[in-house]
C-alpha cells in the first residue's frame, strides 16, 4: 500500500476525501499514528460508539438524520476512523473508498449540522478522557473534517 498521511502504510492520500493535514512533526503525540496514541483498536471503537451516544443523549438534529437502529452507523464510523487515525483501513477493505461527500449528499448539512457534528465529537473525546495534543489533533482535524463535507448554505 502507498504511504498515507500517517506513514508507511497507512490509507493513501489519494484515497481519502477527507486527509489530516501533512505534519513534519507528529501533532497527536508520540505513537507513529493517532490509532497507537489513542490506544488501538478497542479505543477507536469506544470512540465510535460514544460519538453516537452523544448524539442520542443530546443532539435532537443529527439524531432525526440517522436510523433508528444505529448499530451500522457506529460499526462504519468505527471502520472509517479505524484507517482515517492509520490503523486498519477496515471501512475500505469492507466497502470500498468512503465517498464521503457522496454518502452525505442525502442529508442537508450546513454550518449548523457540521458545527454540531463536530461538537458532538468534541463531547465524545472527552467522554473517552482524552487530553493533550491527541485531543486537539483529533478535535481539529475532525472539525475541519466536518465543514469539508458542508453541502448547503446556512
Ligand atoms: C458534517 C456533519 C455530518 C453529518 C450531519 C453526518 C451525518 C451522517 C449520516 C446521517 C449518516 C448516515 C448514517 C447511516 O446510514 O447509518 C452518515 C454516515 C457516515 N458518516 Fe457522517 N456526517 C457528518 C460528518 C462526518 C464526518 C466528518 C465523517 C468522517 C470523519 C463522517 C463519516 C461518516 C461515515 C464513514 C458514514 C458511513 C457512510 C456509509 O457507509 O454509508 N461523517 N453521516
Redesign the pocket.
Known sequence: MATGPFGKGSVPCSVME?QPQPQARRPWGDASTPYEEIGGEERVRALAEAFYDVIEDESPV?RA???RD?T??RQ??FE??SG?MGGPPL?WER?GH?R?RM??AP?A?GAG??ME?ARCMEVAIDRLGLAGDLRSFLATE?TR???Q??NRGG
Open positions: 477527507i443529527l438524520m440517522l436510523p444505529t451500522g452507523s462504519k464510523l472509517f476512523l482515517w471501512y466497502r468512503p464521503l454518502r452525505h442529508f448539512i449540522e457540521a457534528w475532525l473534517a466536518a465543514l463535507l458542508q
